[in-house]
């Protein structure tokens, strides 16, 4: 077993534990293996050993990647920030984003959806912690960007995403995975199709599976630590 595969054991063996010990159903939780700045033969290991769901940040990196895989049956994601001008390459080569915050850039994406593609599967960003650094919608603005994004004809909206301030304190990270568990509650009153919280990563996956995450973004627990990302 390749140290890759062993890891992936590792994480999916402590998200079952954690799942069944706040009464969840792991197979309801989502590993999306954040595979960016890793080498191709990496991502092989990892789909090799089971998965299926990658994450990718830098565009360019991760269209040739996907060049590279196109054999294999993986469903990508980008989960990195996305400038207006790069929307049709998403467009046209993944199936999700989870990055969306504004109204345009989910506009751009509908029109640029190949129609023979399926609808692209979106997760609205919110700056849950309410940082100038971070990007994504307020709480404020949410309700209304989820029903202007929901009238696009080629993507879905599936649920929302977060990265919270990082903290070690286990306490403060359910408390605002409990937020945005509660946001998602409120918006399917009227949009019951959502169905995705997208949150928790390798240092906080417990308290995000605690409080309703469906997909965890893991990167470091899953392919040891990055090496310092060089220019593009």
Not at 43 to 63: C, M, P, T, V, W
Not at 77 to 102: C, D, Y
Not at 122 to 127: H, L, T
Not at 173 to 201: C, I, V
């Amino acid at each position: 077993m390749s140290s890759i595969a062993n890891n992936i054991h590792m994480v999916q063996q402590h998200l079952s534990e954690t799942a069944k010990k706040y009464h969840r159903n792991s197979e309801e939780i989502t590993l999306l293996a954040v595979s960016k700045t890793r080498p191709v033969d990496d991502i092989k290991d990892a789909y090799l050993a089971g998965l299926r769901h990658f994450g990718e940040n830098y565009l360019q990196e991760s269209l040739e990647k996907i060049d590279t895989l196109k054999s294999l049956d993986i469903c990508w994601h980008f989960i990195g920030p996305l400038q207006s001008n790069k929307t049709r390459a998403v467009a046209e080569n993944f199936h999700w984003l989870h990055t969306v915050a504004r109204f345009k850039i989910g506009q751009r994406l509908s029109d640029q959806r190949p129609p023979e593609m399926p609808p692209l599967n979106i997760c609205v960003q919110v700056n849950i912690s309410e940082e100038e650094s971070k990007s994504g919608c307020s709480v404020a603005e949410l309700p209304k960007l989820i029903e202007q994004l929901s009238q696009l004809p080629n993507i879905i909206v599936r649920g929302l995403m977060a990265i919270p301030t990082a903290t070690d304190n286990t306490e403060l990270q359910r408390k605002t995975f409990a937020q945005m568990k509660q946001l998602l509650l409120e918006l399917q009153q009227n949009h019951p199709h959502l169905d995705t919280l997208s949150m928790g990563m390798s240092g906080d996956m417990a308290a995000a599976v605690a409080e309703g995450s469906t997909m965890v973004r893991i990167g470091t627990a899953i392919f040891g630590p990055r090496a310092p990302k060089t220019a593009q």
